[in-house]
């Protein structure tokens, strides 16, 4: 606001300064007349140095000081500027604009009293200037004199009935201190005198809200749209208030209109991007957030809200699986070893990349990678870009197993790379993408990495997971429906270092799978069944297995899934029996493990 009537000041010190010239001098009325043009359009120094210019042939004059004083303090050269100010005031105490602005001068130095003198000098040199009387209404409010300051808003008003700044400074005053009456009636007073001013009905709709006068408010927005259909920032503040009131489908239409009106607009973005999460739109939200962050790179809530949505699109386990350094230096020292010969290498379910670029780093002549998800795949492929082996590695976004040769692969693969395990060993399809691409894809004694797996588990009693799997009374309740949100017969994730349990029987080796000699495919209606002789050690209630795996890398490398392995971020899995049996230790119990394509479960 300051800056606005400092503008207004420089004007009217134009023609201050003209009448002080002594008559008429080309010279320097040329370079008044081009600094106020370089100022008008936005060339804040080349407006300076002309005033430099011009006050170098009229070194005295109090006027030519004052105005390039002005344009230092809004080119931040606040020493200079008040040194020079004060030097005019010396030469002419009464000159307004000097005064004026060596107290805005002072005010930006903290030097409150500074300030009041010369401010209070300014407004009493010029009781008429309504500009000179409400900077001076600016410090009263500074220095927290309310009273003070709605009295000389209230003459700036007197003074120039449309200089809305005043009402709006006015109204925000009488919000303050308590007065909402007072400030409703000052904006339709500004309306009176300026009728459909934008920032006015914008400003009056807000006070209503804040008056929790919602109907009006809505009025009152409703009526901004029809008056200005064209403006973008009517439909924002429309939509904006709508989403306050918990109408997000009012309030996206309506952000939708000001986007069209001004798709570059950075809070009808942002909006758009928080309404879009809202509705679980995340590619829609994704986009928003994107342009915001086109324009203002460094927006702290598009960057968080972004980071947000890309966590929901990414599975949490990589960030870990990334921070395992065993797991990393483990798969680094088997993929050395096997890419010594210079093989081509087929890395399944890339992820992040990391696979495929040991593999290219060891010496691999070429690796192929796959990615089914769309955007880790394009994060692998900046992630390779940003490592420098884009001529060794290819990123493919899809399925292994639709791969083909003469396609994506040349010839068939050397080496084969992979970690789609889940924390019950299979879930997450290793068994079909693994006989595909060995069959498919593979030439004759492919090497694979992992080699061999072997499951590991026992019998426990766990009451805290046992009593939700399934779900039925609860604290004396029947809370069966909430069973449909469940899965059933499936394994969960969890960290049994941190659960409280009881084991009944030792760790068990419960199944091995050798990648190289896979079991036939078993479905889901046709599992193999295994039965595992367990024998109790201790007496309770079997009421789960947990179950682990160990992941041979090679002949030699071998990591762990069970507590404190170097996997021990996968977790370990807990398959909760539906029919827990009580028994005394000694006793043996026959578990049937059914192992088909993509799943371990467990019967008793």
Not at 178 to 204: F, H, R, W
């Given at each position: ?347 399944i379910g890339t992820g992040s990349g990391l696979l495929a670029m040991m593999a290219a780093r060891g010496g691999a002549k070429q690796v192929i990678a796959c990615e089914m998800h769309e955007r880790l795949a394009a994060t692998a492929q900046e ?216 799943h371990l479960r467990f019967r008793i």
């Open positions: 606001m300051q800056d606005t009537y400092r503008n207004l000041r420089f004007y009217n010190a134009v023609e201050h300064n003209l009448k002080k010239m002594d008559q008429p001098k080309l010279t320097p009325e040329a370079l008044f007349q081009q600094a106020m043009e370089a100022h008008q359009q936005g060339k804040p120094i080349v407006a300076e140095n002309l005033m430099r210019q011009l006050l170098d042939q009229l070194p005295t004059n109090d006027g030519i000081m004052a105005s390039l004083a002005g344009l230092l303090l809004s080119n931040g050269k606040v020493e200079e500027g008040k040194t020079l100010l004060e030097k005019a005031i010396q030469i002419n105490p009464e000159n307004v604009e000097a005064q004026l602005n060596l107290g805005i001068a002072y005010q930006s130095l903290g030097r409150t009293e500074a300030s009041f003198q010369h401010l209070s000098q300014a407004a009493t040199l010029a009781p008429e200037r309504a500009d000179v009387q409400f900077n001076y209404a600016n410090f009263l409010l500074q220095t927290e004199q309310y009273e003070a300051a709605i009295e000389k808003l209230e003459q700036v008003i007197v003074l120039n009935p449309s200089l809305l700044q005043a009402y709006h400074t006015l109204a925000a005053v009488y919000t303050y201190v308590g007065e909402d009456a007072k400030s409703i009636q000052t904006y339709e007073a500004a309306l009176e005198e300026v009728p459909k001013d934008l920032n006015t009905m914008i400003l009056l709709g807000n006070a209503w809200v804040g008056q929790q006068a919602i109907a009006r408010a809505e009025k009152q927005y409703s009526l901004l749209v029809e008056t200005y259909p064209e403006h973008f920032l009517s439909h924002l503040v429309l939509g904006k208030f709508y989403l306050e009131q918990n109408k997000e489908i009012e309030g996206k239409a309506a952000l939708l209109q000001a986007y069209s009106l001004n798709p570059d607009e950075i809070e009808t973005n942002l909006l758009l991007g928080e309404v879009s999460q809202t509705f679980k739109q995340l590619d829609d939200a994704e986009r928003y957030y994107r342009r915001v962050l086109e324009s203002d790179p460094q927006h702290e809530i598009a960057t968080k809200n972004l980071r947000r949505i890309m966590t929901l699109t990414i599975p949490h386990w990589h960030f870990e699986m990334l921070a395992d350094v065993a797991r990393n230096d483990a798969y680094q020292k088997a993929i050395e070893k096997a890419v010594v010969s210079q093989p081509l290498v087929l890395d992630i390779i870009e940003v490592n420098n082996f884009t001529e060794q590695i290819q990123i493919f976004q899809k399925d292994s197993k639709k791969l083909k040769l003469g396609e994506e692969l040349s010839e068939k693969v050397d080496l084969i790379v992979s970690e789609i395990l889940d924390v019950g060993a299979i879930g997450e399809g290793v068994l079909p993408s693994i006989r595909h691409a060995v069959l498919t894809l593979a030439k004759e004694g492919v090497r694979l990495i992992p080699a061999k797996l072997k499951v590991f588990g026992q019998l426990v009693e766990i009451p805290a997971r046992s009593r939700v799997n399934p779900i039925t009374k609860i604290s004396g309740f029947d809370l069966s429906p909430f069973e449909k949100y469940r899965i059933p017969d499936e394994y969960i994730k969890i960290n049994l270092k941190a659960e409280k349990y009881k084991a009944l029987t030792p760790v068990m080796p419960l199944w091995e799978l050798d990648f190289y000699q896979l079991p036939p495919v078993f479905s889901e209606d046709n599992p193999q069944v295994i039965d595992l002789v367990m024998p109790i050690e201790n007496t309770g209630e079997v009421q789960a297995m947990v179950f682990w795996f160990d992941l041979y890398l090679d002949e030699e490398i071998m990591v762990s899934s069970r507590v404190d392995g170097a996997l021990e971020h996968w977790g370990q899995a807990l398959f909760c029996f539906v029919n827990p049996q009580k028994l005394e230790k000694g006793e043996s119990l026959v578990v049937k493990m059914l192992q088909t394509e993509n």
